[in-house]
T-cell receptor, first 119, second 113 residues
Framework: GAVVSQHPSWVICKSGTSVKIECRSL??????MFWYRQFPKQSLMLMAT?????????EQGVEKDKFLINHASLTLSTLTVTSAHPEDSSFYIC???????????????FGNGTRLTVT | AQTVTQSQPEMSVQEAETVTLSCTYD???????LFWYKQPPSRQMILVIR??????QNATENRFSVNFQKAAKSFSLKISDSQLGDTAMYFC??????????FGTGTSLTVIP
């Protein structure tokens, strides 16, 4: 149980275009999803917290107009990298917690990640 | 501020041997949870083990166990009978009150055949 599906797993796009990454909780509902960015051999950097039915909360230094987050339902959150540039190339990971098992210690369940390369 | 420190960027262990990964954290909170996640070359994050701060007993999951020292704010992971499949990045994570997890910088573990 507790599967998070992230799509696509890798994408190559041209500079100036936009890319959408989907994150779905397959067998649980998630009122909150998290988007991370990870550089090679580094830790996960929280970009934003996606809240179902409301605006996302962005971490300091993350451009909300560049990284658009939409959490339209309890099982789907999307991250759109707008007007992508080579410096946006990275590994993006989404995660979620089970709403119905939202006891204090419920862990994060992670998607498989998306490797974005902007040429 | 909540911080998580993993002081060992890289470690290696011989297959079948035991290895301990260290993690310390800084917090003023009394109730919180701690986790160890594994990220193999596939980059999928996998939960290894979790510990509740109010529990004195150290958590154990098969070959994985923790040494939780609340006063010292230390949360080390011991892997017994290391296997080749244990080769991965290991991240310590801290969950205080609220929803945000804090991750350490990771330890890259290599199991040598």
């Amino acid at each position: 149980g507790a599967v998070v599906s992230q799509h696509p797993s890798w994408v190559i796009c041209k500079s100036g275009t936009s890319v959408k990454i989907e994150c779905r909780s397959l067998d649980f509902q998630a009122t909150t999803m998290f988007w991370y960015r990870q550089f090679p051999k580094q830790s996960l950097m929280l970009m934003a917290t996606s809240n179902e039915g409301s605006k996302a909360t962005y971490e300091q230094g993350v451009e909300k107009d560049k990284f658009l987050i939409n959490h339209a339902s309890l099982t789907l959150s999307t991250l759109t990298v707008t007007s992508a540039h080579p410096e946006d190339s990275s590994f993006y990971i989404c995660s979620a917690r089970d709403r119905d098992r939202s006891s204090y210690n419920s862990p994060l369940h992670f998607g498989n990640g998306t490797r974005l390369t902007v040429t | 501020a909540q911080t998580v420190t993993q002081s060992q960027p890289e470690m290696s262990v011989q297959e079948a041997e035991t290895v301990t990964l260290s993690c310390t954290y800084d917090t003023s909170e009394n109730n919180y949870y701690l986790f160890w996640y594994k990220q193999p070359p596939s980059r999928q994050m996998i939960l290894v083990i979790r510990q509740e701060a109010y529990k004195q007993q150290n958590a154990t999951e098969n070959r994985f166990s923790v040494n939780f020292q609340k006063a010292a704010k230390s949360f080390s992971l011991k892997i017994s009978d290391s296997q080749l499949g244990d080769t991965a990045m290991y991240f310590c994570a801290f969950l205080p009150t609220g929803n945000q997890f804090y991750f350490g910088t990771g330890t890259s573990l290599t199991v040598i055949p």
